[in-house]
C-alpha cells in the first residue's frame, strides 16, 4: 500500500497490476484496491508547489505552446477551476497541460479515437470522441461538461469555471511563425456565475506540510565507488526471537548494523527475556558497543471467547450472529453455532457501550468482518457476517474507528514494566495502542514510580483516537511508532501511507525520534532477497523522515536474519545520499514555531554552519542529551557525535537520526583534547573519516564563574568551529547548481481530514492510471467487465506467454465490453525481449547446490535446450544461454539465478565459453 502511495507522490502516471490481475483470486479487488490507495495519496499533493517545482526545472525559454499550457495550468489552480478542456486534434496540448501536474481532470475533447484511448495512459487525462470540434465552442464545453457528470470524472455544476485551449482559426491565406503560437487559453463559465467570495489564503495550520527534498543522478544509481564511504544515519531495530537470541547470531546482527534489540513481551516470560538480554548485553561488551534494548509491552488486547467442545465454527457471508461482551469470563464462556442461531463472545466488556450501529468488527487479522445492525442490550449486539470463514478461540479483534476504553496497561504490562524494564535498565519501552496524553503520564508514572526514570517511552499509533490525539501524544512521549499493522486494520488499509507521512512529519518538527515498524522486509523471512516493494517501501521511510526502522519476523524467526539486517542498512544508506540537505533544513526550520527558545535557536544556527562550512561532524559534548536531540532535529548532513558521561545516553542515541554516542568519564577537561580523543574514536568505528585539516561544529554549555547567573539554562550553550590539526588552504568550490544530478522533489499537505474523514474526498477523482495484466483469471468477458468497472484503464497482453490467436481472442472481448460499456479502454502489447536462461539438467532433476561449493558455468547459447547440467563426484556444471558470458562477466561479478535466490561469484574465467565460480 505504502509502496503504491509512493509511487503516486513520486510522480508516475500509471500503476501496473500483473500477477494480481492475470492468475489472481481477486482481481477486480486488486484492481478496486489500488484505485483507492491512488485516489487517496492523489489528495496529499501540495498542488501549488508541485506546479512550481516543475516549472522551475524545466528548461527556459520554452516554446510557445508549453508556456501557454503551464500557464493554463496555474491559471486553473488560482481559479479553482473544476475541469481544463482541451480541444485539439494531435494530443499536443493535452500532453503538455498534464505535464504540469494540474489539481483537476483534463477533458481531452478530439475525434481521433485512438488519441481518446491514448489519454488512458497520462496523469488525469480523460478522452471524449467527438466527430466534429470545429462547431461552436460553448457547446463543445457543454456537451463535454454533462459527458464528464455522467462519467463522475468532474461534478461540474452551473457557475463553475473551466479553463479551455484550443487552437484558434485561421483565417484563409494568414500565416504564424509557429503552429503552436495558434493556440488559445480561456477561462469559461458554466451557465450563471456565481457570486465571488475570495476565501482565507493563509496557511490555517490544520493540515501539515509533508515536503520531501531529495537529489538523485546516475552517480548515485551506478557509481558505488563514490558513495563507499557514506555512514548511515537511520537506525535499525531488531526483534529477538528464536532465529537470533544466541549469542553467535546477536554479534551478527550487530556487524550487520543493529542498534536496538527488540524485546517483544507479547510472548515469553520475564526469565527467557533476561536470559536474551544478558546474552546481548555479554556480546555489546565483547565488541566494546553500546547498543540499546527496548521492551515491547503486549498491551491491551480484544481476543474472542472459547467455543463448544474447542471446535472452530464455519460462519457464511450474510449470515446472522450474536456477538456478546463476556469480559474477563472469555476464558470460560463458550460460543456456539446450532440451528437456531449462532454466538460467539469478545473479552471487551464495554462493546456495546463503544461500537455504534454500521460499525465493522474485525477478528483473526482482519480475515472475518462482522456488520453491527443492532445493539440488544448493554452486553449482546446483533450483526451481519460479511465474509465466510472458519473461526476459532483466542482469535484477536479489531474495531475500527472505534474508541475502545480500555486501560493503556494490562496488570501484566504494569509487571513488565516495574519489573523487567525498571529493574534491569532498559534503555526503552514501547507502549502499545496509546490514545492519549493521559496513557503516556500514566506509563511514565508507573515507571518513575520502579526507579525508571531514565526509561524512554515510545507511543504506538495503532487506532483512530491516537490519530486524533496525535499531536498532545507526541508532546509527552519520547519517541514514537508508526505501528503500521493494527494501524491498518483500525483505518482504512489505503490511509495508512498517508498516516505514516503525517507522523514522521509532525515528529521531525517537534524534535522527537520516530520508527517505522511492520513488514518492512517481510519476504525476508523465508527468502534471502526482498521484494523491489519492501526495498522501495524501507527506503521511502527514510525520505519521509523516519530516525529508525524496525525488523520484526525477519530476525525472530526468519531464515535470513543477518542478511535483512544488512539488507535494511544497505538501503537506508542509499536512500540518505539521495538527501538534499539544504531545502530539507529549510524545510524544517521554516516549519518551527517562531520564536524559538535560545538552545533550539543555537543548534539550528550549529547546523546551517554545518551544512556550510562541508563539517566532517557535529560534536555534542553534554550531560543531559538535550543538546544532540535539537541538533539531530534539523537533520544535519554530517555525524552528530555525543560525547558523555551517562552510559544509558550513549544507548539512548541508538535511536536518533545520525546520532553516535561516544563515553567519556570527564567532560570538562581541555576542549580540544575531547575533541581529538572524540574523533579518533569516530576514525576507529568508520563512523567520520575526520583527517587533519577538517572541520568539526562543537557545542557544548560554557562554564559559569562561581555565584554568575543566566537567566535561562539554555543561555550556556555556546557553538564554535574547529579545525582538526593543521588548517588547510581554502578554496572555496563552484557553488552554483550543476545541473548533473535531478532535484527530487516530493511535497504534499496530510492532515487528520486527509486520513479518517472519508466524506471529505467522496467526490475526488482518482488520476493516476492502473494498468492490468490479462491472464485466466480475467480475460473473460464477465471479469473484463468487472476490471473496467474497478478502475482499470489499460489492458496489458503479456506476449512474454500465449501465441497470437489466443491474445487476439482477449483483445476482441475486450474491445466487446469496452463497446457494451461506451468506454474507450487502451490495450498495450508487452514484449518477451531478451533474456538468460539456465539450461536443462540431466534426467531433467534438479540439482543441490551447497554454499561455498565451486562450480563451472558454460555459455552454450543456443544450445541450452539440449545441453545437460550435472553434479556429480568430481564437479558441478551447468549452461546458460547466454553466449557471451565470458566475454561480459570479470572476476568478482555475481551471477544471480531464479529470481535472485541463488547466486554465483566469479572466480575465474577458464575460456571463451567457461568459467569457474563460487
Sequence with gaps: MTDVANAVLDGTDCVMLSGETANGDFPSDAVATMAAICVNAEEMVHVHKRYDFIRNQTPKPMMGAEALCSGAVQSSIDCDAKAIMCITASGRAPALVSKFRPQCPVLVVTPDEQLVRHCRSVYGQTGIFKENIEGDMMQIVEEAASYARSLGIADLQPGDQVVVIKRRNMRRGSQVPYDDQRLIVKALVLGQARPHSPGHTAYAGKSIIYHRSTKIGLDTILEDHKFKYAVRKTKIICTAGPACWSEEMLGKLLDAGMNVLRLNFSHGDHEGHYAVLERFRKVCKEKKLHAAALLDTKGPEIRTAMLRDHKNISLEAGQSIIVEAVGAKYTSFEGYKDDTETRIGLSYEKLCQSVHVGNKILLADGSLSIRVDEILSGTELRGTVLNSKSLGERKNCNLPGVKVDIPV????????????????????????????????????????????????????????????????????????????????????????????????????????????????????????????????????????????????????????????VATMAAICVNAEEMVHVHKRYDFIRNQTPKPMMGAEALCSGAVQSSIDCDAKAIMCITASGRAPALVSKFRPQCPVLVVTPDEQLVRHCRSVYGQTGIFKENIEGDMMQIVEEAASYARSLGIADLQPGDQVVVIKRRNMRRGSQVPYDDQRLIVKALVLGQARPHSPGHTAYAGKSIIYHRSTKIGLDT??????????????????????????????GKLLDAGMNVLRLNFSHGDHEGHYAVLERFRKVCKEKKLHAAALLDTKGPEIRTAMLRDHKNISLEAGQSIIVEAVGAKYTSFEGYKDDTETRIGLSYEKLCQSVHVGNKILLADGSLSIRVDEILSGTELRGT
Excluded at 511508532?481 to 498516516?499: H, Q, S, T, W, Y
Excluded at 517501501?537 to 526468519?558: I, Y
Excluded at 479518517?756 to 480475467?778: N, Q, S, W
Aim: proline content about 3%; charged content about 25%.
Design 755 to 784: 486520513i479518517l474523514e472519508d466524506h471529505k474526498f467522496k467526490y475526488a477523482v482518482r488520476k493516476t492510471k492502473i494498468i492490468c495484466t490479462a491472464g485466466p483469471a480475467c480475460w473473460s468477458e464477465e471479469m473484463l
Design 409 to 564: 496497561l494490562t496488570e501484566k504490562d504494569i509487571d513488565d514494566l516495574q519489573n523487567f524494564a525498571a529493574k534491569h535498565q532498559l534503555d526503552f519501552v514501547a507502549a502499545s495502542f496509546v490514545q492519549s496524553k493521559a496513557d503516556v503520564l500514566f506509563i511514565r508514572r508507573v515507571l518513575d514510580e520502579a526507579g525508571g526514570k531514565q526509561v524512554k517511552i515510545i507511543s504506538k499509533i495503532e487506532n483512530a483516537e491516537g490519530l486524533n490525539n496525535y499531536d498532545e501524544i507526541l508532546q509527552e512521549s519520547d519517541g514514537i511508532m508508526v505501528a503500521r499493522g493494527d494501524l491498518g486494520m483500525e483505518i482504512p488499509a489505503e490511509k495508512v501511507p498517508l498516516a505514516q507521512k503525517m507522523m514522521i512529519t509532525k515528529a521531525n518538527i517537534a524534535g522527537k525520534f520516530i520508527i517505522t515498524a511492520t513488514q518492512m522486509l517481510e519476504s525476508m523471512i523465508s527468502n534471502p532477497r526482498p521484494t523491489r516493494a519492501e526495498m522501495t517501501d524501507v527506503a521511502n521511510a527514510v525520505l519521509d523522515g523516519t530516525d529508525c526502522v524496525m525488523l520484526s519476523g525477519e530476525t525472530a524467526n526468519g531464515d535470513f536474519p543477518s542478511d535483512a
